[in-house]
């Protein structure tokens, strides 16, 4: 028997166990350093229950009790900072700083940031008229039960971008991590259950293809599913969620183009791309993921980039001189080499890369790839890895047809010095977020979410907010 140890559900403010446990691997070895509870269906519906059973008191609670525990939670997340960062490199294999400061610091202190900015949101009542006739107002209530699934690329953080919204508008949660990172969001949960009330915070987690995710997402006592993950899987939910009508938001995968103009200081502008495309080895929805250059520039570009792609420490995460470390799991690993492989025959010349690192984790070189265009697997599709396509462009106007042709719709950027010309060039990205001069930074004030196949609805701010609750419009005759 392993002596590893083993992380537990928790169902109704109680640790579950199940009959069987799973491996958690750690990428950067590709040895297992953790089991987990491998739970099933009754799991599914013994935490439906109980999520079903501390709705009401949860809901009836005031704004300012559920904000005052949120900011609580906060404090907490805080408190075990060190231990989560480790955590969170130990399963996902993310350097504890990492290359532009993107590592595990940056999950469990972004961690904090939305904890502490959702405690602080609300939504009030908004009176759309009010005179001698009537008074209408729009109240916001909550759904309540939520089930959260999540993918392993940032498992605490997109945890908690699922999981305090939905508490804050007075929701109870049933939370799913990926059977390959459930670790960091098992420990984080058992902290929560501390400060929250039995039920209004459930984990239930299963092993590779168990019947957990899609029992979730047909389950009658579930009212909203937020997900975060493939747009595969997103479609699959969707399909499940139809019977019972659940609220759905899904945050789906990307392939944002990156726009460089050739106004743009190559020498200023090239470590900022750079970090876009890499950081956490390109792993992350809002990466970007095709980075189209301006002929003036290309060459200058490409050798700037090719520089900083052979100057960075892949190794470790736990070894702090590293900034990127391995691919997260070994399938990812190889849909980056069949990517590869495929630009390969396409005619892609690799500026560098290209290949695994030596070593037994799941290493891979960062690799540039030159001379492709639409039509080839890794302009077309989400590569999600360290693999950047540099395509070449002539004509502003034109790219920027070329870049919204892409069933893909989460977010895109522009790169250049005339504001004036990248905010008009913005309106015209089919994508949920544009960023000028930078790329994928998000934050917790500021709404996030995709168009077209990346997605449905949005979340942070107090537009993610109010998806987690419904409306009751109310009308008051006066005479
Ligand atoms: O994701 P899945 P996978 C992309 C990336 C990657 C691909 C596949 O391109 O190569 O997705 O990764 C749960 N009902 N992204 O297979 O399947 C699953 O257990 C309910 C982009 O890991 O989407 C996990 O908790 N749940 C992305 C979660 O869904 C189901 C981040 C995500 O797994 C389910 C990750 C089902 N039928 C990968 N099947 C991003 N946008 O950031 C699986 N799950």
């Keep these: 028997m392993s002596e590893l140890p083993i992380y537990p559900m928790l169902i109704a403010g109680q640790p579950v166990l199940a009959a069987t446990s799973f491996e958690v691997i750690n990428p950067a070895t590709a040895a297992p350093f953790?089991?987990?509870?491998a739970g099933d269906a009754s799991h599914v519906e013994a935490a439906v229950a109980a999520a079903r059973a501390a709705f009401p008191a949860w809901a009836a609670r005031s704004d300012t009790e559920r904000s005052r525990l949120i900011g609580v939670l906060a404090e907490?997340?805080?408190a075990n900072m060190p231990e989560l960062m480790r955590l969170v490199t130990l399963e996902t294999g993310k350097p504890v700083d990492g290359l532009n400061h993107v590592g595990a610091g940056m999950e469990v202190g972004g961690a904090i940031a939305w904890t502490q900015v959702t405690s602080q949101l609300d939504l009030?009542?908004?009176?759309?008229?009010?005179?001698?006739?009537?008074?209408?107002?729009?109240?916001?209530?909550?759904?309540?039960?939520?089930?959260?699934?999540?993918?392993?690329?940032?498992?605490?953080?997109?945890?908690?971008?699922?999981?305090?919204p939905a508490l804050r508008a007075g929701n109870t949660v049933v939370l799913k991590p990926s059977?390959?990172?459930?670790?960091?969001?098992?420990?984080?949960?058992?902290?929560?259950?501390?400060?929250?009330?039995?039920?209004?915070?459930?984990?239930?987690?299963?092993?590779?293809?168990?019947?957990?995710?899609?029992a979730m997402t047909i389950h009658p006592g579930i009212d909203k599913i937020v997900?975060?993950?493939?747009?595969?899987?997103?479609?699959?939910?969707?399909?499940?969620?139809?019977?019972?009508?659940?609220?759905?938001?899904?945050?789906?995968?990307?392939?944002?183009?990156?726009?460089?103009?050739?106004?743009?200081?190559?020498?200023?502008?090239?470590?900022k791309l750079f970090a876009a495309a890499f950081h956490n080895?390109?792993?992350?929805?809002?990466?970007?993921?095709?980075l189209y250059v301006h002929e003036s520039i290309y060459e200058a570009l490409c050798a700037e980039l090719l520089a900083l792609a052979q100057a960075?420490?892949?190794?470790?995460?736990?070894?702090?001189?590293?900034?990127?470390?391995?691919?997260?799991?070994?399938?990812?690993l190889e849909k980056v080499e069949a990517i590869a492989e495929a630009a390969r025959r396409q005619g892609g010349q690799f500026l560098c890369g290209g290949e695994r690192l030596p070593g037994s984790g799941y290493f891979y070189a960062p690799t540039i790839v030159a001379g492709l265009d639409e039509g080839s697997q890794l302009v077309d599709e989400e590569q999600f890895g360290p693999i950047l396509p540099v395509i070449r462009y002539v004509d502003v106007d034109e790219v920027v047809v070329r870049a919204n042709r892409n069933s893909n719709g989460l977010g895109g950027s522009i790169w250049t010095r005339d504001l004036d010309r990248a905010a008009a060039l913005a309106l015209r990205l089919e994508c949920g977020t544009v960023w000028v001069n930078e790329h994928g930074a998000v934050q917790p004030d500021a709404p996030f979410g995709g168009i077209k196949q990346s997605g449905l609805g949005v979340e942070f701010g107090r537009h993610g907010l109010a998806e987690f609750t419904s409306i009751q419009t109310i009308k008051m005759m006066k005479a």
Excluded: Y
């Excluded at 400060?195 to 987690?205: A, W």
């Design 281 to 290: 080895n390109g792993q992350t929805c809002a990466c970007l993921k095709r």
């Design 124 to 164: 009030p009542v908004e009176v759309i008229q009010d005179n001698a006739e009537a008074r209408v107002e729009v109240h916001r209530k909550p759904l309540g039960v939520v089930a959260s699934i999540t993918p392993w690329n940032w498992p605490l953080m997109i945890a908690i971008w699922h999981i305090m």
């Design 179 to 214: 059977e390959l990172t459930p670790v960091t969001t098992a420990r984080f949960v058992e902290l929560a259950n501390a400060v929250l009330p039995p039920g209004v915070l459930n984990l239930v987690m299963g092993a590779a293809g168990s019947e957990v995710g899609p």
């Design 76 to 78: 907490v997340l805080q």
């Design 34 to 37: 953790a089991r987990a509870a």
């Design 227 to 271: 997900f975060t993950g493939s747009t595969a899987t997103g479609r699959k939910i969707m399909g499940n969620a139809a019977a019972t009508l659940k609220r759905l938001t899904l945050e789906l995968g990307g392939n944002d183009a990156g726009i460089v103009l050739p106004d743009v200081e190559v020498k200023a502008v090239a470590p």
């Design 312 to 332: 960075v420490k892949v190794g470790d995460g736990l070894d702090p001189a590293c900034q990127l470390g391995p691919i997260q799991n070994r399938m990812q």
